[in-house]
T-cell receptor, first 111, second 117 residues
Framework: RKEVEQDPGPFNVPEGATVAFNCTYS??????FFWYRQDCRKEPKLLMS???SGNEDGRFTAQLNRASQYISLLIRDSKLSDSATYLC????????????FGTGTKLQVIP | EAGVTQFPSHSVIEKGQTVTLRCDPI?????LYWYRRVMGKEIKFLLH????????ESGMPNNRFLAERTGGTYSTLKVQPAELEDSGVYFC???????????????FGPGTRLTVT
């Protein structure tokens, strides 16, 4: 089983739709969680950290479920510019150590 | 504030040659990481520096890879001799402690695309 698993997609959604991605992780000791966005042939860019209480940034909402060992990302009112690959990133110990990446979920927002 | 920079952006070398990649982290970031993405696979951790010290090098594939961070500023990653399977994109990232946060948010450089022929 992979340490961090994501549905690779692609998710094809119309503009204005709401879309949600899940990511599961295998190490129950994981402490820090992040969503990154990666555009084609570009570097990953931090989208948001995921806090235990859940957090929201504009149209983006991240949730953490430690009991079930998954994190989620919800995107509301999808824009064409949201088209990208969304990477789930998990860190084992307090954010200081290496992180483990999922393979990413590809989102394509269509007009 | 300047981001993480990497040089070169692309490198094409022949099997058996040597290549050195460079990473300049964000100023003030003590933590520097190297990652690699090979075709069709997820990004994989290679190693982590805290200042000039190697904190974790468990992801280094073999002894053909040598990373250094003399002086705790920029870092180099040397591959010698390069093999075909070393082809991929090598990312560098840096971070500092996020006060009150739950982890160290890492900021990535644009990557070096290495092709070994």
């Amino acid at each position: 089983r992979k340490e961090v698993e994501q549905d690779p997609g692609p998710f094809n959604v119309p503009e204005g739709a709401t879309v949600a991605f899940n990511c599961t992780y295998s190490n129950s000791a994981s402490q820090s969680f992040f969503w990154y966005r990666q555009d084609c042939r570009k570097e990953p860019k931090l989208l948001m950290s995921v806090y235990s209480s859940g957090n929201e940034d504009g149209r983006f909402t991240a949730q953490l479920n430690r009991a079930s060992q998954y994190i989620s990302l919800l995107i509301r009112d999808s824009k064409l510019s949201d088209s990208a690959t969304y990477l789930c990133v998990v860190n084992e110990a307090g954010g200081y150590q290496k992180v483990t990446f999922g393979t990413g979920t590809k989102l394509q927002v269509i007009p | 504030e300047a981001g993480v920079t990497q040089f070169p952006s692309h490198s094409v070398i022949e099997k058996g040659q040597t290549v050195t990649l460079r990473c300049d982290p964000i100023s003030g970031h003590d933590n520097l990481y190297w990652y690699r993405r090979v075709m069709g696979k997820e990004i994989k951790f290679l190693l982590h520096f805290v200042k000039e010290s190697k904190q974790d090098e468990s992801g280094m594939p073999n002894n053909r890879f040598l990373a250094e961070r003399t002086g705790g500023t920029y870092s180099t990653l040397k591959v010698q001799p390069a093999e075909l399977e070393d082809s991929g994109v090598y990312f560098c990232a840096s971070s500092h402690y996020v006060q009150g946060g739950q982890g160290y948010e890492q900021y990535f450089g644009p990557g070096t695309r290495l092709t070994v022929t």
